[in-house]
């Protein structure tokens, strides 16, 4: 399956430590999304990001809140001193191009203890 | 007001009948509009895209945009017990996507 790959599924993590997230683009995607999904609430964007470079981040709160998407290996989305807020399901997507179509993975549900 | 609106459901009808799910938008720029389908701890799965206004077909699924009322429809033919999930309605806004809140629907044999 060449499909978005995620991983871990499942993270559980205790307030105060870091949660690190990691996606892998379809092959011959070079554009990566970030998304959360809060309980009852939509997909929400995060950041965009290309080979080494961060395009837009207009989603991403201020504070304890990374990404990066280095030249080799998979996109990491990085949360520093988690807090109860921060458990959601966090989506990743990948393009062929700028913008679309995006086709997500199955997400890394976080749940913060 | 929010991006994109999207009545969150549920909507239960029985197997082979079409169902109707609606979405509506507030910004006219911009020209894609999506719709996704997540089944439940999935990921969301794209069925289809089109451009600007009018329809577009694949199989059972015909998706529909009328700019002139920012009403973006998708319409699901003889539906089946596997169509029961989350159907989202998204549009591009530049790089990314916006999201409605996503309507269930459920299929009963």
Known sequence: NAGVMQNPRHLVRRRGQEARLRCSPMKGHSHVYWYRQLPEEGLKFMVYLQKENIIDESGMPKERFSAEFPKEGPSILRIQQVVRGDSAAYFCASSPKFGFPQHFGDGTRLSIL | ?109
């Not at chain 2, 596997?82 to 549009?91: G, I, K, Q, V």
Request: hydrophobic share 30%; charged share 20%.
């Open chain 2, 1 to 109: 007001q929010k991006e994109v609106e999207q009545d969150p459901g549920p909507l239960s009808v029985p197997e082979g009948a079409i169902v109707s799910l609606n979405c509506t938008y507030s910004n006219s720029a911009f020209q894609y509009f999506m719709w996704y389908r997540q089944y439940s701890r999935k990921g969301p799965e794209l069925l289809m895209y089109t451009y600007s206004s009018g329809n577009k077909e694949d199989g059972r699924f015909t998706a529909q945009v009328d700019k002139s009322s920012k009403y973006i429809s998708l319409f699901i033919r003889d539906s089946q017990p596997s169509d029961s999930a989350t159907y989202l309605c998204a549009r591009e806004y530049g790089n990314k996507l916006v999201f409605g809140a996503g309507t269930i629907l459920r299929v009963k044999s």
